[in-house]
């Protein structure tokens, strides 16, 4: 009898985690779809999902000239991963790894609100790596 009260207490503890880790798992997938439609190029389809507070700043001509300036500086981006997903209680921070043409190694870091169950874009940087000669220096 206890071999089988233990074994319900095991799988009700297995079944609980595993829909605690699917509801952020949801929406790591929507943020990793933002990002992927963003890499597009496709104001209209980003906009909805990019938060008032962001469109205030990057607007369709700011969208279109960043593509503009990545398409010129990097070239053809041949990798995106995704390396690091840091978790917070009113937002999520996703580090992408971007290799291109003309950019050994970059990395995008997207900053989401969450909107209740809905990831808003509300920041976007662009780390380079230090170019030879500053990190030969230090």
């Not at 798992?25 to 990793?32: Q, T, V």
């Not at 971007?98 to 976007?124: C, Q, S, T, W």
């Amino acid at each position: 009898m206890k071999k089988i009260v233990m074994l319900l207490v095991m799988l009700l503890t297995l079944g609980l985690s595993a829909v605690c880790s699917a509801a952020s798992g949801k929406i790591l997938d929507a943020e990793e779809a933002i990002v992927a439609k963003f890499m597009e190029g496709n104001y209209k389809a980003i906009s909805p999902s990019i938060s008032a507070e962001m469109q205030k700043n990057f607007t369709e001509s700011a969208y279109a000239n960043f593509h503009a300036q990545l398409a010129t500086d990097f070239g053809k981006v041949t990798t995106n991963k995704l390396r690091v997903v840091e978790k917070f209680d009113d937002a999520d921070v996703l580090t992408y790894q971007i290799i291109a043409e003309k950019v050994p190694a970059a990395r995008f870091v997207y900053v989401f609100v969450l909107n209740g169950e809905k990831p808003l874009l509300n920041d976007l940087k662009v780390l380079l790596p230090k170019p030879q000669q500053e990190a030969a220096g230090k």
